[in-house]
């Protein structure tokens, strides 16, 4: 192992000691620990920088996730809205009339679920 003379403030130097009795490890050791670790995250945050913004694959699958538990909660609010509406008015409603409500019910529970979805933590 290469030596090397490096200095401290007082101040830096006694915590220093005080860190290392603490762990019941010399000094010297743990100012090797400490480099280590320095060395560590400078060598992370170099390689973060070359990976760049890549999705991460846990974030890629809470996404699916998300999709396929929209397309559930928008079917399952608009066969409500059309049940809701077919018990209390079919009689009286033409097929035309069925279909526009349909489509009324389709879009109501979409936005229904946007809103919840809007609330949901990123």
């Not at 809470?62 to 559930?72: A, H, I, Q, S």
Request: glycine share 4%; net charge neutral; aromatic share 8%.
């Amino acid at each position: 192992m290469n030596q090397i003379s490096i200095t401290f403030p007082k101040k830096t130097k006694e915590k220093l000691y005080q860190n290392a009795q603490q762990k019941e490890i010399t000094i010297a050791q743990y100012i090797r620990d400490l480099v280590d670790i320095g060395l560590r995250v400078e060598e992370m945050s170099a390689q973060k920088k070359i990976d760049g913004d890549k999705p991460e694959p846990l974030m890629a699958e809470l996404d699916l996730f998300k999709n396929l538990l929209k397309k559930d909660l928008v079917s399952s609010y608009e066969m409500l809205y059309l049940v809701r509406h077919i018990l209390t008015k079919m009689p009286e409603k033409t097929a035309g009339e069925l279909d526009a409500f349909a489509e009324e019910a389709r879009i109501r529970s979409r936005s229904f679920v946007d809103g919840l979805f809007d609330q949901m933590p990123r």
